[in-house]
């Protein structure tokens, strides 16, 4: 008899639907299927609900495809027990909520469901189960080296949820955060929360329980009673003691003030990360795909690790900061974001790294950090080794930044645009490779530039302001402006930046001398074939000079899928009929005499502010002025050089990848060659090389670019913090996400952060992007969200500038300050409410855009 029912037991089939009143493998009912059946058992007050087994999700079929008959009679069963109010379908995988990996958000919940709609409940269920494949999910498995197994599906009542939290049961006293309605946007760090604590031995008697530190961002009071607070903290210790490891618990209140327990999962790791994309966001202004974020990752990886080694950090400590160093960016809302608490985190294996964590910060635009506080001595007994190494590093600082030329140039050489399309796979893989091998191992020469140039600007900086103090104290009057002191020192660089728009200048002089060639711009149509065919061979030859060595540049140039001016010449014909415009401006100087005004601008001042430290006590300073001066002005060149070279190998890896995608889409391999960009770069490499595939190219392309358009679409804020693991999903952000504050006097006064000094007026040109350069007349100011070196010469056409985004290294600042246009960053909102056409006057001193 009981080897017959070993026998059953074996034959009958698993079932599809599961209740709370028991406690099942979690192999059948999924993680937090099992959590909340625990819950139950212990009697919590869970809502009302059932699971649709791991079973149930592995016969439902694809949608359009009949649907089994136990599948229909599951969810016929759901929503009888369940009855028509409204519901919430949430996912319950095997491996989800476990001890050593969350998933945290990464899963759907699907909320409010009309239990009363067949075809509502159907719909979510499916959702939920396809969930498992998006690529956030994956993602995280890679990240954390875990696999999540069967899914399946929670289905509750919906609790009208009043307010909700979270608690953390470790130690004594409960640790938790609260906020108004649901308990979605405090999960995934979309808003602040509240936070309290409780008092886990005061279940019972007088001692007093709820301790509040902070009410949430938009005020609202703690909502649980004294009795609520108590049955949450006994609960809590039940389950944490069942269970034996600390718990995360999410929990709820209806509007008659009901506590509802919805949610308890292991701690994994409550540490928050601080995401930002100050600076970042100028490179990557657009969406981005899965190409470029796995690119983006190794190269952040390895620029950061290689400096530390030139550093002199000893290898044990870079080891010990792997997961520092592999997560340093990342995409979230499809857009590049750092990771300050990373980023910090790394920058303080230096001695006196708290200062350098403020150099970085002020360097990216990002706000101030909080330091460590690690003792003098242990920076003392660091700083030899590592000025040791320094000194070796920047001993000629040109020559390294030269040699990262010469490899970008002779990875350029070998993928030249015109020949790549023709190339075979294996010699595009042997791109791939050789492209790769530049951003992990050769650009520490270019990172070098970026160090120099963020903690001299920042050592010049506080300088001045000594100097500037000091004068004041001795006059008894008021010192010249540091920000203007600091602005005139570091314009008419020459900087790489502004190489193109004189080049532009040139050739547009040249158009302008000889009447066929201006009436063959005018009269091309805006295309770019008819404009070159009716020229002779010396402007057809200084016109392909331009675009060979500029063409490579333009708005978006890192981000893989945007083309190139080379690429699409046509969008150079609107430029070049302004700058021909402008070139019979006699108002209008050309760049090389602004060039030259603005380098002897900043000569004179160098010399005034160099005179006055020819006395006294302070005349000791004049040769750290001097090493300051030259060494921040030549790192702001060499940093500007290395972005060029960026940009070029950036654009080499864009046509090496769509060479492959044309060879992969005519082999069906994907459907069309864009398709590249929706691959990791190791599955590109591997197909290029014929090592393997990733399964099916195609499903696993059009699931990519799915989960891509849904996060594009989301707005995320410029700075948020994401607990470790999480990452933002569409429905957190779409229903909590805040406007982002305006700093604003009463009136009319935008305040931003001073770029380029000088004060000017005009009419403002809002531009969404390069598309409305037409908008554009000379002497405008330009208000943009950001500008990337593609707007460059842009920049040549206007007398101001204000952007959203920015700091005072970013490529607009360094530009602006290039050419003396009085120049205001990090102006939130300002293309919101500044109108396109009002006047406005623009202070680049004080950091004011006064609404005129």
């Not at 990216?364 to 190494?389: F, M, W």
Request: glycine share 10%; hydrophobic share 45%; aromatic share 6%.
């Amino acid at each position: 008899m009981r080897g017959r029912g070993g026998i059953g037991a074996v034959l009958r089939k698993p079932p599809f639907v599961r209740g709370f009143d028991a406690v099942d493998d979690v192999a059948l009912v999924g993680g937090k299927g099992r959590s909340l059946q625990e819950l139950r058992g212990v009697g919590a007050p869970v809502p009302e609900g059932v699971i649709l087994t791991t079973a149930f999700s592995e016969a439902l079929t694809d949608e359009g495809k009949p649907m089994p008959a136990r599948c229909v009679e599951a969810l016929d069963e759901v929503r009888r027990r369940l009855g028509g109010g409204p519901l919430i379908v949430r996912s319950s995988a095997v491996g989800e909520d476990g001890t050593t990996a969350a998933f945290a958000g990464l899963l759907e919940s699907i909320f409010p469901v009309d239990g009363a709609d067949p075809a509502a409940l159907v719909e979510a269920v499916r959702r939920c189960v396809a969930s498992r494949a998006a690529a956030r999910v994956r993602a995280y498995e890679e990240a954390r080296n875990v696999r999540l197994q069967g899914v399946a599906v929670v289905v509750q009542r919906l609790v009208p949820s009043a307010a909700a939290g979270v608690l953390f049961t470790d130690g004594v006293m409960l640790r938790g955060e609260f906020c108004r309605g649901h308990g979605q946007a405090l999960v995934d760090g979309a808003i602040t929360p509240g936070a309290f604590r409780l008092d886990r031995r005061a279940t019972e008697g007088a001692r007093r329980v709820v301790h509040v530190e902070r009410l949430p961002e938009d005020g609202s009071p703690f909502p649980l009673t004294d009795q609520a607070a108590r049955e949450l903290a006994a609960h809590a210790t039940t389950l944490e003691r069942r269970r034996g490891l600390s718990l995360d618990i999410e929990w709820a209140v209806d509007p008659e003030g009901k506590l509802w327990i919805v949610q308890a999962r292991p701690v994994t790791d409550r540490r928050t990360f601080l995401w930002s994309n100050a600076n970042i966001s100028e490179n990557f202004p657009a969406p981005v795909t899965p190409l470029l974020v796995s690119f983006a990752r190794a190269g952040y990886d390895a620029y950061f690790r290689n400096l530390a080694r030139e550093f002199g950090i000893e290898e044990a400590r870079i080891a010990a900061h792997d997961e520092a160093f592999r997560g340093i960016v990342d995409a979230h809302g499809a857009r590049l974001y750092y990771n300050l608490s990373h980023i910090h985190a790394v920058l303080r294996l230096m001695p006196f790294g708290d200062w350098l964590v403020d150099s970085f910060d002020v360097f990216v635009g990002a706000g101030a950090s909080s330091p460590e506080g690690r003792r003098v001595t242990d920076e003392i007994t660091a700083l030899g080794r590592v000025i040791t190494h320094v000194t070796r590093a920047y001993r000629d600082l040109p020559a390294r930044v030269a040699r990262f030329e010469r490899a970008v140039d002779d990875v350029a050489s070998r993928f030249p645009p015109r020949e790549v399309r023709a190339m075979p796979a294996r010699t595009l893989a042997e791109g791939l490779e050789a492209i790769l091998d530049v951003r992990l191992r050769r650009w520490v020469d270019a990172s070098l530039a970026d160090c120099a140039a963020a903690v001299t600007y920042r050592a010049l900086q506080a300088l001045l302001r000594v100097i500037e103090r000091d004068d004041a104290g001795a006059s008894g009057h008021g010192a010249d402006d540091p920000a203007a002191r600091h602005h005139a020192l570091l314009k008419g660089l020459d900087v790489a930046g502004a190489w193109s728009l004189r080049a532009l200048w040139d050739l547009a002089v040249v158009v302008r001398a000889g009447a066929p060639a201006r009436e063959a711009l005018a009269a091309c149509g805006g295309s770019f074939a008819v404009f070159r065919g009716a020229l002779g061979p010396e402007l057809g030859a200084h016109v392909d000079a331009w675009l060979d060595r500029f063409g490579f540049r333009g708005s978006g140039e890192l981000l893989l899928t945007e083309p190139s001016l080379a690429e699409e010449p046509d969008r150079l014909l609107p430029l070049l009929t302004r700058y021909v415009e402008a070139v019979g401006d006699q108002s209008i100087e050309s760049p090389a005499r602004a060039f030259e005004r603005q380098r002897a601008e900043r000569e004179r001042e160098t010399a005034r502010l160099r005179e006055r430290l020819g006395g006294g006590a302070r005349r000791a300073l004049r040769p750290l002025f001097d090493a300051l001066v030259l060494a921040t002005q030549t790192s702001v060149q060499l940093r500007e050089r290395a972005r060029f070279r960026q940009a070029l190998l950036y654009t080499r890896l864009r046509g090496v990848a769509l060479a492959l995608g044309r060879q992969l889409a005519r082999a069906g391999t994907t459907d069309v060659e864009d398709d590249v960009f929706f691959l990791r770069f190791d599955e590109l490499a591997d197909l290029a090389a014929g090592r393997g595939s990733p399964g099916d190219v195609r499903a696993l392309v059009a699931s990519r670019r799915a989960e891509h358009a849904a996060l594009s679409a989301l707005d995320l804020p410029d700075v948020f913090t994401l607990a470790a693991g999480a990452f933002v999903v569409p429905s957190a952000l779409e229903t909590s996400a805040a406007p982002a504050p305006v700093l604003s006097t009463d009136d009319g006064v935008l305040c931003g952060v001073p770029a380029s000094g000088g004060r000017v007026s005009g009419r403002a040109a809002v531009l969404g992007g390069l598309a409305d350069a037409a908008k554009l007349a000379p002497g405008d100011v330009l208000v943009a969200r950001q500008t990337d070196p593609g707007w460059a010469p842009l920049f040549f056409l206007v007398k101001g500038l204000v952007l959203e985004r920015g700091g005072m290294l970013s490529h607009g600042s360094i530009l602006a300050r290039e050419l003396g246009i009085p120049s205001v960053v990090g102006v939130p909102e300002a293309t919101a409410r500044i109108s396109h056409g009002r006047d406005i006057v623009v202070d680049g001193d004080t950091g004011h855009v006064r609404l005129a």
